[in-house]
């Protein structure tokens, strides 16, 4: 399934907003609108997006090997039941409780690791979700 108009909205305004980072990897599960997410910025970084698999394990099995790379940006874009618990495998909490909800799609993490310091800083992008 493609992205909505609003979600091709939200993929242009993400990818106007992480345009100036140096972002070392991008990272999509296979399914059409997470790739869709993260392809402006693809075109505009010149990267190549790579794909994982839209389960638990692997997505936190990329996060932890990710987190081992220092000083390196990386951008994932995952589903509303995976992005929470990955968050929760590094250890930080959450404004909310479960998944996200289903009809909420503007969420952007921010996840820094600094001298094994974790913090995470929880924005919206774009057209605000219903």
Do not use: C, W
Not at 25 to 54: C, D, E, H, S, W
């Amino acid at each position: 399934m493609d992205l909505s108009a609003a979600g091709n909205a939200r993929a242009a305004v993400l990818s106007d907003s992480l345009s100036g980072k140096r972002i070392a990897a991008m990272f999509a599960t296979p399914l059409q609108r997470t790739q869709q997410t993260l392809q402006p910025l693809a075109n505009v970084k010149g990267l190549v997006i790579k794909q994982y698999p839209a389960t638990q394990v692997a997505s936190n099995a990329l996060l932890d090997s990710l987190s081992l790379i220092k000083g390196k940006i990386f951008v994932i874009a995952g589903h509303s039941n995976t992005v929470p618990e990955m968050i929760r495998h590094l250890g930080l909490p959450l404004s909310f409780a479960g998944n996200i909800p289903e009809n909420d799609f503007d969420n952007l993490f921010v996840i820094t690791i600094k001298n094994n310091e974790k913090k995470l800083v929880q924005k919206t992008y774009g057209v605000i979700s219903p």
